[in-house]
């Protein structure tokens, strides 16, 4: 009798906790999923908004040519991109490409402005260093809306459309860089 009850007594216990453990494994794994999803859909945010700043250069550039300086902003460089982090939870194998573009994305921003530095350099001509800071912005915008499509579906976020009443950002930044290859 006794042993019978020990063995269920161990046996109760021994279950309860291998229950106890892999619902806080369950537990634990779903918060992760949900953190990393959070990150994602932040990650993909930040890069729409960089679009956005682009084609918002780009347009006030486009404003300051037509009014002869007068209105709007000319470019001389590429915009910044706000400082952002590649959660290990990116790295993941069907996920770890979005991961490593995402990763280099900086570095391409900064060699698109080095470019536009050099024209100077090249040329000491103000018009050449714009349109190449147009071409080089219009460019980065139109990666960044890409990789954010990317992330978007790697996580299976929803989509977006960067669209705002009349402004469209991915619209502006193509016309910038069809009217430098144009020029070109």
């Known amino acids: 009798m006794t042993e019978h009850l020990l063995s269920t ?13 892999l619902i806080n494994a369950w537990l634990e794994n779903r ?9 994602a859909l932040s990650a993909a ?7 956005i700043t682009c084609a918002e250069a780009i347009f006030h550039n486009g404003l300051a040519e037509q ?3 007068h ?8 915009p910044k991109f706000p400082t952002i982090t590649v959660p290990a939870g990116f790295l ?16 391409e921003i900064r060699q698109a402005d080095q470019w536009v530095g050099l024209q100077f350099d090249f040329t000491a001509e103000v018009e050449a260093v714009r349109e190449e800071a147009v071409g080089q912005s219009a460019q980065m915008g139109l990666a960044a809306i890409d990789l954010a499509s990317n992330i978007r579906k790697a996580f299976k976020l929803p989509e977006r459309k960067l669209i ?3 402004f469209d950002v991915e619209k502006t930044l193509r016309k910038g860089l069809r009217e430098v290859q144009n020029n070109a």
């Open 164 to 166: 705002f009443s009349v």
């Open 9 to 21: 007594v161990i046996t109760s216990a021994l279950v309860a906790t291998i229950a106890g453990a």
């Open 45 to 51: 945010v930040t890069l729409e908004g960089y679009a």
């Open 92 to 107: 993941k194998p069907e996920k770890a490409k979005v991961a490593d573009r995402l990763m280099v994305f900086p570095q």
């Open 31 to 39: 918060r992760e999923k949900h953190s990393t999803r959070f990150e």
């Open 67 to 69: 009014s002869l300086g």
């Open 71 to 78: 209105a709007g902003a000319f470019m001389g460089s590429v």
